[in-house]
């Protein structure tokens, strides 16, 4: 087994014994210890009580985080015309048809967020089996299948994180950076952790939240008291 750092062995000595913490200490927790030499994610992990495999207990959704996420995102539309120019002047990083979809094709995939207008959707459903595995597939149940291009663009560009169950039942995201301040990231975990909730499929039976974790980029993880999360 390979041999851990000296970071690494002392932020593990300071998560010792500590499980099942409010959401204010393992915030704090996290952001003590995470010392790489750049500026860390903080990233949270929900397990949940579902198969995804069933449609009735698929979890998806958005939110919008209150402090953003500290990350840049690149956003693509497929958008034609007036649609298209809209797009451009609300800041998206890449905007086409055709041509963009042939650059996903090609494999050239330099966005984070894709948006598309209806009437793109003949197009944009020939690249399901690209942006599908990589959660990046438009939908209108998220809001990225609209006509509103600039409220979806400027959405993606100020902290609105997409999520999505995977096949175990777990969701994940980013919620902002070690460089914010412990408040910040206290009330974008908060209002994750609200988002999922509410998005608690019709099908989800027994316990829908079992576990909510924490972690950096570059740290260990500490266990969330689930109860006081939901409570907040």
């Known amino acids: 087994m390979a041999k851990l750092g000296k970071r690494m062995t002392a932020a593990k000595a300071a998560f010792e014994g500590k499980h099942n913490i409010s959401i204010t200490d393992a915030v704090s927790l996290i952001k003590s210890n995470a010392k790489a ?107 990225t299948v609209t006509m509103d291009v600039k409220a979806a663009v400027e959405a993606a560009k100020g902290g609105e994180v997409q999520f999505k169950a995977e096949k175990a039942g777990v969701v994940h995201a980013g919620i902002g950076k070690a460089s914010f301040d412990e408040a910040a990231l206290v009330e974008n975990v908060k209002a994750f952790v609200n988002a999922v909730n509410k998005a608690k499929p019709t099908g989800a039976k027994g316990t829908y939240v079992k576990s909510i974790a924490l972690t950096s980029t570059m740290g260990p993880g500490v266990k969330v008291d689930v109860a006081g999360a939901l409570a907040e």
């Open 37 to 143: 030499k750049f500026d860390e994610t903080v990233e949270i992990s929900m397990n949940l009580g579902v198969d995804p495999r069933h449609a009735d207990q698929m979890v998806r959704g958005v939110v919008s985080l209150p402090n953003g996420t500290g990350k840049t995102v690149r956003v693509a539309v497929f958008a034609r015309g007036p649609k298209a120019d809209e797009a451009t002047e609300a800041g998206a990083d890449i905007v086409g048809a055709e041509d963009l979809m042939e650059q996903v094709q090609a494999g050239n995939i330099n966005f984070d967020r894709c948006i598309a207008t209806p009437d793109m959707m003949p197009i944009v459903g020939r690249l399901g089996k690209i942006l599908g595995p990589r959660n990046l597939m438009p939908n209108p149940r998220v809001g």
